[in-house]
């Protein structure tokens, strides 16, 4: 017989939180990753800011999906990496972080 174990998440106390950075800063020394590779920076504007936000708030791409109610965490992905979007996601998100969308007028 198959046993299915059930995944609890649990937030991790400041303690886990700075040994789990320890290790991947031994692990990161140990075996560096290739020159070129790694996280791009957020295009300047609101995908940099919903990227700030979420970070601030030690939010993955996946638990703001799912506070967001956005099925796909790759939708956050695409958002901070300045892809096109929905706009009903783009509020969804702005409303999980706290954040206002606004048009304001251009200047001239």
Do not use: F
């Not at 790694?38 to 970070?55: F, H, L, M, V, Y």
């Amino acid at each position: 017989m198959r046993q299915h174990l059930k995944h609890i998440n649990r937030p991790l106390t400041d303690e886990e939180r700075a040994r789990h950075a320890r290790i991947r800063e031994a692990a990161v020394r140990e075996i560096p990753p290739k020159a070129g590779t790694g996280r791009r920076p957020s295009p300047p504007g609101i995908p940099a800011q919903i990227r700030r936000e979420r970070e601030a708030r030690g939010l993955t791409w996946y638990a703001l999906a799912k506070l967001a109610g956005i099925p796909n965490q790759a939708t956050i992905r695409d958002i901070e990496q300045g892809k096109d979007i929905k706009l009903s996601n783009l509020q969804s998100i702005a409303d999980v972080l706290g954040l206002t969308l606004e048009l304001v007028r251009k200047a001239g």
